[in-house]
């Protein structure tokens, strides 16, 4: 008789104590009236999202079973039309109760997608650049440049109407075996929200006007950007663009009795506080745009084509227009112009370029970029201060692999001397 009343005590403990470790394997458990699921499943109730029992009521002053809350969460993630709020209580649910609805046979979708919430896709590119100038004398110069490229773009999904966004990028310059001091560089990261024809950015993105296709610049900006319409859209932005990232395409020389630079040129990494605004209407074949970029910085004052006499604008003050017609699905034809109203000299930008894209592409352009406003275009070719006729090809040999030749033959504006520039490229995409 002792023994069997001590065997007995001695099974209560060892189930009473192993109780709360087998709880969440075992279906028929109840739900510990602390746990933080009543007060989920108490607000998708009070929403109308879980119907209780099925009789339409919720016992909320009872405990419940493990296996009949996965029979509710159930219920609830076959429904569609429910809030943002409340589908990530669903979720929550979920994931707290995924054992239980495996056990019932529920594909917890959900759950998979979330495993697969982050997204890498990359590329490896090779560039080939060669400027080619003459001098005020007439002496030619030769400039060249191999550059190795990777960059990875990871996409993180933060509920439906939110991702993540982001670039990293490591660079090798190829004559000299040497990368960019080592370091991998976060080029951009922000959240973007998506709401119907409504999408707002916050952190660092693009900077770039598609009403100009570029022609002013291609960066990026750490500020917001909100962007509303169908087939006219609105896009407002506000932030700061850091001067420094225009010398990769922009050198300016300096001069050492004026104490300003032949170009706009970064000074102690000076960052201009930025705001713009453009409008894009695209119907159909036709695309008409619209932009109007603000900068203000004192690197402005040290350029010193900026301004004639004393005057001294720490401004840019840029407006763009462009218009494109697509005329079948292989041509295009697309042209912009701009203009910075607080620039003395040099102080417009235009182009045009009519293109062919179908298992090959091609191009033909005349580009006018003025130093002034032009501020860091996206031309492959890009020269400082420069006009002329620019052609191109690019072909895919292989899946997931793009080739580019680009050749500019022009002028610079202030000498009227040549200025060439042959562009090459190989892109692997993964």
Do not use: C
């Not at 104590?17 to 709880?23: H, W």
């Not at 076959?78 to 707290?96: C, H, N, P, Q, Y």
């Not at 300016?252 to 990494?269: F, H, P």
Request: aromatic share 14%; proline share 1%.
């Amino acid at each position: 008789m002792k023994k069997t009343l001590v065997s007995a005590l001695t099974t209560a403990l060892v189930v009473g104590a192993a109780s709360t470790t087998f709880a969440a394997a075992n279906p028929f458990s109840d739900v510990p009236a602390d746990h933080w699921a009543y007060d989920a499943v108490s607000q998708l109730a009070a929403d109308g999202v879980i119907e209780g029992y099925g009789d339409t009521t919720f016992r909320g002053n009872q405990n419940i079973t493990r296996y009949e809350m996965a029979q509710m969460i159930a219920k609830a993630m076959a429904k569609t039309d429910v809030s943002a709020a409340d589908k990530a209580l669903i979720d929550k649910l979920a994931a707290e109760f995924s054992d239980e609805l495996n056990n019932l046979g529920v594909r917890v979708s959900n759950l998979e997608r979330n495993a697969d919430k982050v997204k890498w896709t990359g590329e490896a590119r090779y560039t080939y650049t060669s400027t080619r100038d003459e001098d005020t004398n007439g002496k030619k110069t030769k400039d060249n440049a191999d550059k190795l490229q990777f960059r990875l773009y990871p996409t993180a999904e933060v509920n439906n109407n939110w991702h993540v966004k982001a670039r990293l990028t490591a660079k090798t310059d190829m004559s000299s075996d040497k990368g960019d001091d080592g370091n991998v560089k976060l080029t951009y990261v922000y959240a973007e929200g998506q709401y119907g024809n409504f999408d707002v950015k916050l952190g660092k993105q693009e900077l770039f006007s598609t009403a100009d296709a570029g022609l002013v610049v291609d960066d990026y900006f750490s500020g917001a950007a909100v962007t509303f319409g169908k087939d006219f859209k609105t896009t407002l932005e506000a932030g700061r663009w850091n001067l420094e990232n225009a010398n990769d395409n922009i050198h300016g020389a300096y001069d050492a009795t004026t104490k300003k630079y032949s170009v706009l040129d970064a000074v102690n990494d000076h960052a201009a506080n930025y705001q713009g605004a453009e409008f894009n209407y695209a119907p159909n074949k036709l695309r008409l745009g619209a932009s109007y970029r603000h900068f203000n910085d004192a690197a402005f004052k040290n350029v010193a084509t900026y301004n004639d006499g004393t005057s001294k604008s720490d401004d840019a003050n840029i407006w763009s227009v462009g218009a494109g017609y697509k005329f079948d699905h292989n041509w295009d034809l697309f042209g912009a112009f701009a203009q910075n109203t607080e620039a003395d000299n040099y102080d417009t930008a235009h182009n045009i370029q009519l293109s062919y894209k179908g298992t090959w592409g091609a191009y033909a352009a005349y580009r006018y970029l003025g130093e002034n406003v032009a501020l860091m275009p996206t031309f492959d070719t890009f020269q400082v201060n420069t006009k002329g006729w620019e052609v191109g090809a690019s072909y895919v040999p292989f899946k997931n692999v793009y080739t580019a030749l680009e050749y500019f033959d022009g002028k610079n504006l202030a000498t009227d001397r040549d200025a060439n520039t042959l562009f090459g490229r190989v892109g692997y995409f993964f």
